[in-house]
């Protein structure tokens, strides 16, 4: 029997058939969700580079960003939302040396503002919807009126 190949991130056996990455293999799920992971987290960290003019981020920075992970279970992608919100959406400018200790302080503040964004799109993707609708009664409409035309010749 051939040896079970094991999943390098959750350590149990791939049944499928496993990814193969840098001599490691990987369940497909396990992998795409790691590929994820550090997409977001290039993400988070092009950001802050971008605000505080750095070329990688701080070894402060980053252990801030551990912290808030483990602490507040905060997403990634959740923190870059919210340095985006404080510093594009209110309009805040970034301090050189600054940290992004302000995260825990509005990171409520920020998801609501983008549940809330989110919601207005939906509502915008609705009237789409309802203008579609619109739409379709001036053309029976002016189909009537050429009949009537027609039968005026
Ligand atoms: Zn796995």
Redesign the pocket.
């Known amino acids: 029997m051939p040896k079970s190949i094991k ?1 390098h ?2 350590k ?1 056996v ?1 049944k499928d058939e496993p990814i193969k990455h840098s001599g490691k293999n ?2 497909e ?2 992998f795409n969700k790691w590929r994820q992971e550090v997409e977001n987290r290039n993400s988070l960290y092009d950001y802050i580079c971008q605000l505080y003019k750095l070329d990688i981020p701080t070894g402060m920075i980053r252990k801030q960003i551990k912290e808030f992970q483990d602490e507040y279970d905060y997403k990634l992608k959740g923190m870059e939302l919210t340095l985006r919100y404080f510093h594009e959406t209110l309009d805040n400018k970034p301090r050189p040396g600054d940290g992004i200790g302000i995260i825990p302080f509005i990171y409520e503040e920020a998801k609501n503002h983008y549940l809330k964004q989110q919601k207005i799109l939906e509502s915008i993707q609705n009237m789409k919807v309802e203008e579609v609708t619109v739409h379709i009664a001036p053309v029976k409409y002016k189909r009537k009126t050429k009949k009537i035309d027609i039968t005026a010749i």
């Open positions: 999943c991130i959750c149990r791939i990987y369940h799920d396990c």
